[in-house]
């Protein structure tokens, strides 16, 4: 069974420019979910997703959104990049909404410069 | 403001001891977590509590609604075990919140 997806793996990015992540869930999981991992910060939720719809946000500018396709597959895209931004970006899926266990993928590296 | 406390925040011990990792959050949940992130970044979904206790192998988690916290334990302690144990709730209104995470060495 395939894990969690998450591509590119490492994305080098430029001041004010745009990115789209790609996350890919397990098959079945129908609940996406994105955190944002920086050093200084540590974890923070961004968002989750159930059957297409966003059920929860967390505290992050409008800069952040996502979308849920309906094969479930997520994507999250930032705009506007800010030096800030650069961090380890995670997706992680569940079977149900909210009470899940999460597995997630590896994440996306990404760099702003 | 962080809305999830764990300590310690750093634990090295020596192979095949008991180890105790503290988390306590504010208000009310309808989740924890528990996860493991090795070096590298992968993170490993432990446990989800909302009561009681769970165990897994040689990891064992409790909770105590009461008093807002949760103990991650584990036994026999291995080398392999080092990692970062993070502790995440999920409140009510369905936010995620993150503990700092505890950086544990076990060594041979």
């Known amino acids: 069974k395939a894990g969690v997806t998450q591509t590119p793996r490492y994305l080098i990015k430029t001041r004010g420019q745009q990115v789209t992540l790609s996350c890919s869930p397990i098959s079945g999981h129908r609940s996406v979910s994105w955190y944002q991992q920086t050093p200084g910060q540590g974890l923070q939720f961004l968002f989750e997703y159930f059957s297409e719809t966003q059920r929860n946000k967390g505290n992050f500018p409008g800069r952040f959104s996502g979308r849920q396709f309906s094969n479930s597959r997520s994507e999250m895209n930032v705009s506007t990049l800010e030096l800030g931004d650069s961090a380890l970006y995670l997706c992680?899926?569940?079977?149900?909404?909210?009470?899940?266990?999460?597995?997630f993928g590896s994440g996306t590296r990404l760099t702003v410069v | 403001k962080n809305e999830v406390e764990q300590s310690p925040q750093n634990l090295t011990a020596q192979e095949g001891e008991f180890i105790t990792i503290n988390c306590s959050y504010s208000?009310?949940?309808?989740?924890l977590h528990w996860l493991q992130q090795h070096p590298g970044g992968g993170i490993v979904s432990l446990f989800m509590l909302s009561s009681g206790k769970k165990k897994h192998g040689r990891l064992i988690a409790t909770i105590n609604i009461q008093e807002k916290h949760s103990s991650l334990h584990i036994t026999a302690s291995h080398p392999r075990d080092s990692a970062v144990y993070i502790c995440?709730?999920?409140?009510?209104?369905?936010?995620?919140?993150f503990g700092t995470g505890t950086s544990l060495t076990v060594i041979p």
């Open positions: 992680a899926s569940s079977y149900t909404f909210p009470l899940g266990g999460y597995t």
């Open positions: 995440a709730v999920r409140y009510t209104g369905n936010q995620f919140y």
């Open positions: 208000v009310g949940i309808s989740a």
